[in-house]
């Protein structure tokens, strides 16, 4: 059993029930992790915890740093980490509540801090990232999705946009033909810089809205915080199923 993390998104700046043991705080060559990493027991196993939008929740998406806190984990000696991030709806099976653990990534985030590999190389590494995500970590997502009966998608393809502001319709439409199924802005280069980073990774996505355009009307705060508090509990039970299996 490898040595998870869990990275909060957006409505899980921390995990009730996880014990501390040790708070972790790091500088690194890349700067400082948005909050300090807790080091507990969750579900009664060992488990890293970082907030990734920093606790309280005041990083927004396009000024996480990524690096700072993919190197940091990886310090800390995770080996697995698994990433919570709330999306908006695209495929009209990802309503709002809807569990989704995609498979693939489309980026469309621009000027991110989005590699470790840069500056005075020695040799230049391109790592693969035909399959951003690592297979036996989903399927240990969509085992514990599964066991406890939520309503979920074991496939989908993650738009990941440069936010903080959501998207026009019109993108929405352009994604959507680029065959992209839930939209958020956290996904990358988070998952490319755990490969490069050789950690495993997997992404809960927990649906908080339809995406623009997706219903007549605009997109509130009070409605993806609404379905935010109704869902985080249900992904709080998922990781604890995965970390106890
Ligand atoms: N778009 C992008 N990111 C998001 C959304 C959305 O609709 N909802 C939650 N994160």
Request: proline residues 5%; contains cysteine; charged residues 15%.
């Amino acid at each position: 059993m490898p040595v998870y993390a869990i990275i909060g998104g957006t409505g899980l700046t921390q995990l009730e029930g996880l014990t501390l043991d040790e708070s972790i705080t790091m500088d690194t060559p890349y700067g400082a992790p948005s909050a300090a990493i807790v080091k507990g027991h969750y579900a009664g196993r060992e488990v890293l915890f970082l907030a990734r939008h920093g606790h309280p929740h005041r990083i927004p998406p396009h000024q996480v740093n990524y690096r700072a806190n993919i190197w940091a984990l990886k310090q800390a000696g995770a080996e697995a980490v698994l990433a919570v991030n709330a999306v908006g709806g695209i495929h009209a099976a990802m309503e709002s509540g809807h569990l989704c653990v995609p498979h693939q990534i489309v980026d469309y985030t621009s000027g991110r801090a989005h590699t470790f590999f840069e500056g005075d190389l020695e040799v230049v590494t391109h790592v693969d990232f035909s399959y951003p995500y690592d297979e036996p970590l989903r399927q240990r997502l969509i085992t514990a999705l599964q066991q406890q009966g939520y309503s979920y998608s074991s496939h989908g393809v993650y738009a990941c946009t440069q936010g903080p502001r959501l998207e026009t319709a019109a993108e929405i439409v352009r994604l959507e033909r680029d065959g992209c199924d839930i939209v958020g802005m956290t996904g990358m280069p988070e998952a490319a810089l755990a490969r490069e980073q050789d950690l495993a990774y997997a992404c809960l996505a927990l649906v908080v809205n339809p995406a623009a355009g997706k219903v007549t009307g605009i997109i509130t705060m009070a409605q993806i915080e609404q379905a935010l508090h109704n869902g985080m509990g249900k992904v709080k039970q998922v990781l604890a199923a995965v970390l106890a299996d």
